[in-house]
């Protein structure tokens, strides 16, 4: 079932992107929503990405640090229950 979906849904797509990218490259003579571009444009686009990316990547590894240190807290209080034998349970 997968596969026959799979199989009907590549080349329908595939044509649907044949068939539509001739007009988008068409509208507007070909410069886009943003409209003609300069190189201070490029240059600008180009510094924003030079520091969104390694910003994103520190905010997001302090991200992942912070949920490590509350995953180990977690699991240690777990373990000093779990050591204690008045909270093991049993008769």
């Known amino acids: 079932m997968r ?9 329908l797509s ?9 007009a988008a490259s068409a509208f ?3 410069r886009g929503f943003y ?9 600008d686009t180009g510094f924003i990405l030079v520091i969104f ?3 994103f990547v ?7 640090r912070y949920l490590d ?3 180990e807290a977690r ?5 000093a229950l779990m050591s204690n034998a008045q909270w093991r349970g049993g008769w």
């Not at 595939?14 to 001739?22: D, F």
């Open 14 to 22: 595939l044509l649907a992107l044949l068939v539509l990218a001739p």
């Open 53 to 55: 990316f390694p910003t």
């Open 69 to 71: 240190k509350r995953k």
């Open 35 to 43: 409209g003609a571009t300069s190189d201070k444009d490029i240059v």
């Open 28 to 30: 507007n003579d070909g």
């Open 3 to 11: 596969n026959r979906l799979l199989a009907i849904l590549l080349p």
């Open 75 to 79: 699991k240690a209080a777990q373990k």
């Open 58 to 64: 520190f905010l997001m590894s302090m991200l992942q």
